[in-house]
C-alpha cells in the first residue's frame, strides 16, 4: 500500500483548496504503532507523536510551537473517522455529516480567522507521516505558517486497517492578551 496525503488551505474566511502537491515516495516498513495493551492502537500516541514532531519543525525554523486546542482537534478526529469510514482521503467527503472544513469548524465552534488542514493515510506512525509532510511544499507551508498558533490531530483506521490522519491548524479570530 502506498501512503498518501492532501491538504487544504483556508486563508481568512475563504474556502479554497491548493492544488494537489506532488505525490511523496513511500517510507520504508518501520516498526508497529504505539499498542495498548490487547494489542489496540493508541491513536493519541500517535496524535501527540505529530503535534510533537510538527513543534519540533516549527522551532526548527524559528518558529512559536503551536497549541493544542480542543475545538480543532474534534474537527480533526471527525475528519479522520470520516475518511476511515469512507476508505477516501479527501478533504471534501460530501456523504459526510460535515462534509467540509468549513462544516466540521463550525460544528467545532471555533471562530477563526485563518485555517488549514493536512490529511494523510496509510503511514505507519507519526514520524513518517509528518516526514511525508515536511517533503511535500504545500504540507510544510501549513506546518510552518506564521499566522497558525493552534492546532488539533485525529488518526484513525479503515476496517481494511489503513491509517487516516488530519491535522487541522488555526488562528483564532480573536486573541485574548
Known sequence: MRPH???LLIPFTALACTSAPEPVPAPP??????????????????????LHRVNVERVRNHLDTLRWNAQLDRAAKVQAVEMAAERK?????????????KDRIRYAGYSYRNLAENIAYGYPNAEYTVAAW?????HRTNILDRVS?????????????????????????????
Not at 482521503?89 to 472544513?101: C, D, F, N, V
Not at 476496517?159 to 480573536?174: D, M, S
Request: net charge positive.
Open 29 to 50: 516498513p518501520s516498526p508497529p504503532t504505539s499498542q495498548r495493551s490487547g494489542g489496540a492502537v493508541d491513536y493519541s500516541a500517535i496524535e501527540r507523536g505529530i
Open 134 to 138: 515536511m517533503a511535500s511544499s504545500g
Open 5 to 7: 496525503l492532501l491538504l
Open 149 to 177: 498558533v493552534e492546532t488539533g490531530v485525529g488518526v484513525a483506521r479503515s476496517k481494511t486497517g489503513e491509517l487516516y490522519y488530519c491535522q487541522v491548524f488555526g488562528a483564532p479570530l480573536y486573541v485574548l492578551r
Open 89 to 101: 482521503l479527501a478533504h471534501e467527503l460530501p456523504r459526510a455529516r460535515y462534509p467540509s472544513l
